[in-house]
């Protein structure tokens, strides 16, 4: 679990990890709704069936992807605040609190009704502190103190969030539910998640709705903390793009846009192979250039590819900032991460590795990020290490032909660079095309050295992502 409850985490964009916002959130509601089991899906994407009364208020901390339109990366803390708290203890924990969520358990009218009186001890214990500076008489000395300011209770965003929606009975409601998730198109997401007829909704959720409207939520949701199937995240992230949106900007961590460029005009970024203006030469070096640029293309992409994957894992919070992290890290945070009711398998694909979700729940889908996480190692890492395989062989054997072809070349044909239309060049000329001669075959065959480890490389990442599967 997390620090002890004496650390101070202030929000705002300033230190932390460079230019990424830092948000402090709360949970809090009556006993044994399941907050602590709420806040360990959102961060650690587990679950446990044992109810341990959580004593003091738990801090957990990681870096996290917002999916506002682009991706924002925040410094993410969350606190854990006891059902049974000392009241008077509040305003020590909520200082510059972002956001709030309020959990209840669905099955339990009740707790249902105390949310309001939650939402009440969020906003009147809610304060924001800001330097100030204060001049003595004459200006000499100059003090800082910090000013209190209370939130205001009309705006300040906090979530209804009904917990254990896994024991609501309604079948036919939660099918449709599902149903509609599915198709839901909309960015504002959990707003539209009970837009459904008012007929269709269970009891609870109708309550849920009223107590929303009354005391003013930002917006309230159902989910379910023991399945994995992505309501937790939804709700929370629902909450957070709000914040992100209006307390720091939309779009304005957005990271650079990397610029689509087709794979035809990619390669005429790396850098060539010289050129003598002779003919019988150059019409080699043209086709070896292909080979020397590519070649380059795939080191760089497939290095970026597998530095993506990694830092990918670290931002959704299954990897440790810290680690140096492995491929196979990588595959066995995948792995632990993809959900209780699901398994992560690892099948063959052409000659590399495709990594497969299987459960026995028909219905089932990882969450959201593991997803990101798929697509990224599915459409990005294995697609350039397949091309290795693919396509480095090839070129190493077309470029052993092709410096076997200028070798002969410079045995048989010689006179071709040192007369010029029969009349003899002068000499520093033969030098220098005798020169990029050599100098563009030392480039070919460190190519071939080149795509060789390459091969090697893709052929032990199979070895590895295989090993992270076999216990
Ligand atoms: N079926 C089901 N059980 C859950 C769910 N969430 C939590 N529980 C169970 O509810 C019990 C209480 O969960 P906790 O997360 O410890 O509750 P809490 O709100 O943190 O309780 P306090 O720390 O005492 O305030 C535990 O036995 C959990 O396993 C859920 O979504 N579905
Ligand atoms: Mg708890």
Redesign the pocket.
Same mark, same amino acid.
């Given at each position: 679990m997390g620090a002890s409850c004496s650390s101070d985490q202030t929000s705002g964009s300033s230190g932390g990890i460079g230019d990424v916002p830092k948000l402090k959130i709360a949970v809090v $509601? &009556?006993? @044994?709704? $399941? %907050? +602590?089991?709420?806040v +360990?899906r959102y961060m650690k994407n587990q679950? +446990?069936?044992?109810? #341990?009364?959580?004593k003091k208020p738990v801090i957990e901390s990681s870096v996290r992807k917002i999916n506002i339109p682009g991706h924002a990366v925040v410094a993410l803390t969350v606190w &854990?605040i006891? $059902? @049974?708290e000392d009241i008077d203890l509040y305003s020590t924990y909520f200082k510059n609190l972002d956001a709030a969520v309020v #959990?209840v358990d669905i099955n339990d009218s009740e707790s249902i009704e105390m949310a309001p009186v939650w939402k009440r001890i969020v906003v009147n214990n809610t304060f924001e502190t800001s330097p100030v500076v204060e001049s003595s008489e004459g200006g000499k000395i100059e003090t800082t103190t910090m000013e209190k300011k209370p939130v205001d209770p009309e705006t300040f965003p906090v979530l209804l969030l009904g917990? %254990?929606? &896994?024991?609501v009975e309604e079948d036919g409601y939660k099918e449709k539910l599902r149903q509609m998730k599915a198709s839901e198109k909309d960015e504002s997401g959990a707003k539209t998640i009970w837009n459904i007829t008012e007929e269709d909704k269970p009891e609870c959720v109708r309550l849920m709705d009223k107590i929303k409207q009354k005391a003013n939520f930002y917006g309230s949701v159902t !989910?379910? !903390?023991? &399945?994995s199937d992505g309501t937790v995240a939804e709700g929370i992230q629902f909450l957070l793009r709000h914040v992100l949106q209006t307390k720091y900007g939309l779009n304005k961590w957005k990271p650079k846009e990397t610029k689509k460029v087709k794979a035809k005009n990619k390669i005429e970024e790396y850098d060539g192979l010289d050129m003598t203006e002779i003919e019988i030469f150059d019409s080699i070096f043209k086709v070896a250039e292909i080979s020397v640029k590519k070649v380059k293309m795939l080191t760089d992409y497939h290095n970026k590819c597998l530095g993506k994957l990694r830092e990918s894992c670290t931002n959704a919070g299954i990897l440790g900032e810290d680690d140096a992290a492995s491929l196979e890290d990588c595959m066995i945070a995948l792995r632990r991460n993809v959900g209780e009711q699901a398994k992560l398998k690892v099948k063959k694909d052409d000659d590399f590795c495709k990594l497969d979700v299987t459960s026995k729940d028909p219905d089932f889908k990882p969450e959201r990020y593991i997803r990101i996480l798929l697509k990224i190692y599915q459409n990005e890492f294995a697609v350039v290490c397949k091309a290795i395989l693919k396509e480095c062989p090839a070129m190493i054997s077309k470029l052993k032909d092709q410096d076997a072809e200028l070798s002969t070349l410079c045995q048989s044909s010689w006179e071709e660079v040192e007369l010029s239309n029969g009349i003899p060049r002068p000499k520093d000329e033969v030098n220098k095309i005798s020169d990029i001669i050599v100098q563009n075959r030392a480039r070919m065959q460190h190519t071939k050295l080149e795509s060789a480890k390459l091969i090697d490389k893709v052929e032990d990442y199979k070895k590895k992502i295989k090993a992270a599967f076999l216990w």
């Open positions: $509601g &009556d006993r @044994q709704v $399941g %907050k +602590s089991c709420v +360990s679950f +446990s069936p044992m109810y #341990i009364p959580t &854990d006891p $059902g @049974q #959990i917990n %254990k929606f &896994d024991l !989910a379910s !903390a023991r &399945d």
